[in-house]
């Protein structure tokens, strides 16, 4: 269930190579090697496929610091993957077609990475029977039974709420929340569970400091805030902050930490609940 470019994220990611007080170096350099513009480039790098010009410098501490501008990265492909459900909503007016382009549009934006996540989560916690073979399992790129049987439930759930919302004309804001608040989620696991492994996405992609983990969560709260009002802020977060508790345990107590196959179930499930949230609020 592994692309190629997901691997390719994760060698560049890796610093298995470096020895630990370098990175310690490294870790006090990034307040002069990094800025907020390099910050955000390099999170589009890692959380999307568009094209933008080569981003070399992938080191733990560097990945770490960049994840408050995560939600703002959602944000961008979000807008870009309305852009096409636009067109066909105009051209045929039907809910179900836009959501569908929508979420095609956005899955291709950020090469099905989040959907890999989940997919090998489900058919390694499903189909291991201790912790090391689930982590074997994640890593095998056939797909299982699970992983169908998952990819299905959470793509048709995603369609039924972006229709639920077409109804109440608010479409394109949830898509847009959902989005943003789904990406702030991700380093709050990435915060409170350690590497489940030595390597890959998400030892490569370092434990962020509470500060900007918090800025990110503090933004992406904000943009529902200005999108959806009150209300749906509070629901949407009460919504991410279940998914979050429940992906964290799940994972803690199948394979003992995060990987980034958890970090991209923790965005597909904070999608779903916060989805669930805003309609059970602005329905």
Known sequence: MVSEDHNQNETNMQSTDTPTGDRHDDADKTSVDASVLSDFWRAM??????????????????????????????????????????????????????????????????????????????????????????????????????????????????????????????????????????????PVVMRILPPARDNGLGK????PGWLPVLIGFAIASAVVLVLGGIGAMFAVIVGVMIAILIVAMVARSQIGGQTGDVLGATQICAELFAGIGFIAVMA
């Open 45 to 186: 790098a890692l959380l999307s496929r568009v094209p933008l010009p080569p981003v070399g410098d992938f080191r733990a501490a560097l990945i770490a610091r960049s994840v408050w501008c995560w939600p703002l990265v959602g944000l961008v492909l979000a807008g870009l993957a309305l852009l096409p459900a636009m067109l066909v909503d105009f051209l045929t007016g039907n809910p179900l077609v836009y959501a569908i382009f929508a979420i095609a549009a956005m899955v291709l934006l950020s090469g099905a990475m989040h959907e890999d996540g989940i997919a090998d989560c489900a058919d390694g916690f499903g189909g291991g029977m201790d912790r090391d073979r689930k982590l074997e399992i994640m890593r095998d790129s056939t797909l299982g039974t699970y992983a169908v049987v998952m990819l299905i439930l959470t793509l048709g759930l995603r369609l039924v709420l972006i229709t639920a919302a077409a109804d109440i004309g608010q479409a394109g804001i949830l898509f847009l929340i959902m989005a943003v608040i789904s990406r702030a989620a991700m």
């Open 204 to 207: 490569g992609a370092g434990r």
